[in-house]
Every structure is written in C-alpha cells, then in structure tokens.
C-alpha cells in the first residue's frame, strides 16, 4: 500500500502536517523560516526535512511529495491590512510555492505533487477589485478565469484548466466538528487536483469526523 507524502510550506508550527499525520500522511519536508515555530515542528515531527527560506527551494531538486500544502502570508490580502494583495511584499510570496509545484510536476514527468491545497483569509476574495483571486486561480490551472457575472466570488466553487480541477469552499471553525465553538474563524481552502477529480470529494463530500483525545 501507497503511503501519501506531504510537503508543507509556509509551515509555522506544523498544522498541515500535524493533521496529515493523523490519517496516516507521511509529513516529509517543511519549509519555514521563523525558529519559534520550526523548533516546535522539530520536537513533533524529528524526520521531516526542514528547507528554510522558501525562496531559495528548487522544486525540482527536493524530495517529490503527493501533496503541497501552503497558507501564504495573509497580511497584503487582509480586510484589516493595507489591501496590497498579491503584488505586496509579503503576500506576493504566494507565487513560490506555484514555481516549486511546476518545477517539481516538470522533474518528475508530471507525476508529483498529486495534490496543492492552499489555505487563506477571506479578503483574498476582494483584494485588489476581487482581481487576486481570479489570478490565483489562474496560477494553478494555467488558464485564464472568467470573473463570475456577479462580480462576487462565491464561497465555493470550480474551475478546470489544462487536466487540473481546482475546487474552494470557506470553512468556519466553529462548526468544523462536534462541539461549536466561540470563535468564528472563516477560512479559504482551495484544492487543486492534477488530473483527477478528487478536489470535489476532498472538499464536499461529507464525512464524519475522526475524534482524537485531547490528554
């Protein structure tokens, strides 16, 4: 049996790798620059492989992986933020891990990376005249994206381009699970699935989920 491998960048303490772990994903490298919270990664997963500045990564030169997560810096993307979108100086990093995704899908005759799920704020729905997110769209499928008639970005939906389904969907925590909680905390998760049609069922389908003990 095929064990899935994980890649994450834009680590910070590990939540993707963390959560892969927990069915059965094999976290194999990490790419974070701040010592915090890749000291905490180090302690909790002491086989993953740590790249550092994801701006010097070669997608090409690093261990192949069947799935690439990333939540790129939020700050220029925020309702709260300076509104810069994805030409500001951080949020523009967004477009490193779209490299590292070709350089290594090219190296390895298109077979790895399987999967990319990226992970942001709301406001990448409006920053920049709601022009980002029709940009980022475009970054992983290749293909130029019609703005919706509305204007809007719907808070799920699909695009397909060049043999790659991407699926989002806005996900609150506070009803992610048994148990609401107090906090809302409404997030982008964004799927891309690289010639398959699994981003719907990864996204969409229902499930139960698994419960894990907190002692």
């Not at 095929?2 to 790419?31: E, K, M, N, Q």
């Not at 891990?97 to 399987?114: D, L, Q, S």
């Not at 905390?185 to 499930?207: C, H, M, N």
Request: charged share 20%; aromatic share 10%; net charge positive.
């Amino acid at each position: 049996m095929t064990v899935l491998t994980l890649g994450s960048l834009f680590d910070g303490i590990g939540v993707f790798p963390l959560s892969a772990s927990r069915y059965g994903i094999s976290p194999t490298w990490a790419s974070e620059i701040e010592k915090a919270p890749a000291s905490i990664t180090t302690r909790h997963f002491s086989n993953m492989l740590h790249l550092g500045d994801i701006t010097k990564i070669d997608g090409g030169k690093i261990t192949p992986v069947h799935i690439i997560t990333f939540g790129s810096p939020c700050q220029s993307l925020s309702n709260i933020g300076k509104r810069e979108g994805l030409t500001g100086s951080q949020s523009s990093l967004f477009y490193h891990p779209i490299r590292i995704i070709e350089e290594m899908r090219c190296a390895t005759n298109g077979a790895y990376p399987v999967i990319a799920v990226w992970e942001n704020v709301m406001g990448a729905f409006s920053s920049n005249n709601r022009l980002d997110f029709k940009a980022g769209l475009e970054s992983f499928t290749n293909t130029e994206i019609p703005m919706p008639t509305s204007g809007v970005w719907a808070k799920g939906g699909i695009v397909r381009g060049n043999e790659i389904d991407v699926y989002w969907r806005v996900l609150d925590t506070r009803y992610w699970g048994k148990n609401t909680l107090p906090q809302r905390r409404r997030r982008i998760f964004l799927v891309a699935d690289f010639g398959g049609t699994r981003a719907r069922e990864i996204l969409f389908k229902s499930r139960e989920l698994q419960s894990f003990s907190t002692t």
